[in-house]
């Protein structure tokens, strides 16, 4: 089940998950955290099971467009479909038309996966390509 975590961003297991998503640099986890805790439209869900939090994503919604800021997994959880269900949770919960992130390169498979469509942003940093995935929501029936 998906709830919202915000709250609790600081907490270590938490952090810990986040860590997953920004490659486990320190600084970067710092930012995320104060991402979430500094705003109130950014907002970090975890999917917990059997009382435990095994994956988080964090969003922001502008003009029925959410933006996918931070999606992890634990790493015993991963390939279980779980960063593909909190995904679709959050489009029933914000009922978005459209779905963006940014990424790199080793999470292309699992965007492609779902539909999006990915677009080469350049090299964002030296050495690093990121990509832009999009997915447009169909209306039913479509």
């Avoid at 986890?29 to 917990?48: I, M, P, T, W």
């Avoid at 922001?60 to 634990?74: C, G, P, Q, R, Y």
């Avoid at 479909?81 to 959050?90: A, F, N, Q």
């Avoid at 677009?119 to 964002?124: A, P, R, V």
């Amino acid at each position: 089940m998906l709830k919202d975590i915000t709250s609790r961003v600081n907490q270590l297991e938490i952090r810990e998950l986040l860590g997953y998503a920004v490659l486990s640099d320190p600084d970067a986890v710092d930012q995320a955290v104060d991402f979430y805790r500094n705003s109130e439209k950014n907002k970090l869900y975890g999917y917990e099971e059997e009382g435990l939090i095994i994956g988080v994503i964090g969003c922001s919604l502008k003009e029925k467009v959410l933006t996918i800021h931070h999606i992890a997994v634990i790493p015993e959880n991963r390939g279980k479909d779980y960063g593909r269900g909190m995904i679709l949770e959050l489009l029933l919960h914000h009922q978005a038309e459209q779905v963006v992130a940014e990424t790199d390169e080793e999470a292309l498979g699992f965007y492609r996966s779902l539909g999006f469509e990915v677009y080469s942003l350049g090299e964002t940093y030296p050495g690093v390509e990121r990509f832009r995935c999009v997915y447009d929501v169909e209306e039913p029936g479509e």
